[in-house]
């Protein structure tokens, strides 16, 4: 008994997305023809908390599957309103 076995051209590759997807907010901006809201450039801090307050902040973002910097970007947020 034999079999035969066939090989065809190599499928040709996909092509890598070289830019982010658009989310919906910026696909309607674009249909409205709205120019997109220009982001504000950050800065980055470094302070030091106690390992404990650091262990119950990472702890408690994990349980709400959120990251840390989100949630102390909005603490800082709420304790610095824009006046």
């Known amino acids: 008994m034999s079999?035969?076995?066939s090989f065809s051209a190599k499928p040709p590759s996909?092509?890598?997305?070289t830019t982010s997807p658009l989310n919906q907010g910026e696909i309607?901006?674009?249909v409205n023809n709205?120019?997109?809201p220009v982001e504000e450039p950050v800065k980055r801090f470094t302070f030091e908390v106690p390992?404990?307050?650091h262990k119950r902040i990472k702890m408690k973002c994990a349980a709400q599957d959120r990251q840390?910097?989100?949630v102390l970007r909005?603490?800082?947020?709420?304790h610095f309103p824009v006046e």
């Open 68 to 70: 840390m910097a989100e």
């Open 14 to 17: 996909l092509q890598v997305q």
């Open 3 to 5: 079999k035969k076995i």
């Open 28 to 30: 309607d901006a674009w």
């Open 34 to 36: 709205e120019k997109p």
């Open 51 to 53: 390992l404990s307050l």
């Open 74 to 78: 909005e603490l800082l947020e709420k």
